[in-house]
């Protein structure tokens, strides 16, 4: 059982930054694929990007290419987003998941089988 909760999530100005992080309960969080995933009403949860379980490799949403950094440090369980250059369409519901699928990548929200409660991001313009 992996129990996962968000934080870093606010409100900043378009072109603004901020970092979102994950903590995981657990011993066993290298063996689990990290992503993160976000959400706006009445549309699907969307894919932004994930990691691999020891950080080796990872992907993103072509919308977060170049803008958003996923990292994870196994030691202290933590997976974080970094998000610069933010935009308006950037608001959502920020999810962060852990997969225990050893095939890559993960970027539908079913092969995830842990999610965190969420947290807000709003960028304004």
């Known amino acids: 059982q992996v129990q996962l909760v968000e934080s870093g999530g606010g409100l900043v100005q378009a072109g603004g930054s901020l970092r979102l992080s994950c903590a995981a309960s657990?011993?066993?969080?290298?063996?689990?694929?990290m992503g993160w995933f976000r959400q706006v009403p009445g549309k699907e949860r969307e894919f932004v990007a994930e990691?691999?379980?020891?950080?080796?490799?990872?992907h993103y949403a072509d919308s977060v290419e170049g803008r958003f950094t996923i990292s994870r440090d196994n030691p202290t369980n933590t997976s974080h987003l970094q998000m610069n250059s933010l935009k308006p369409e950037d608001s959502a519901v920020y999810y962060c998941?852990?997969?225990?699928?050893?095939?890559?990548?993960?970027?539908?929200?079913?092969?995830?089988?842990?999610w965190g409660q969420g947290t807000q991001v709003t960028v304004s313009s």
């Open positions: 998941a852990a997969a225990a699928r050893t095939t890559r990548p993960n970027k539908m929200a079913w092969e995830y089988d842990y």
């Open positions: 657990g011993r066993t969080f290298s063996r689990y694929a």
């Open positions: 990691i691999s379980g020891r950080g080796g490799s990872s």
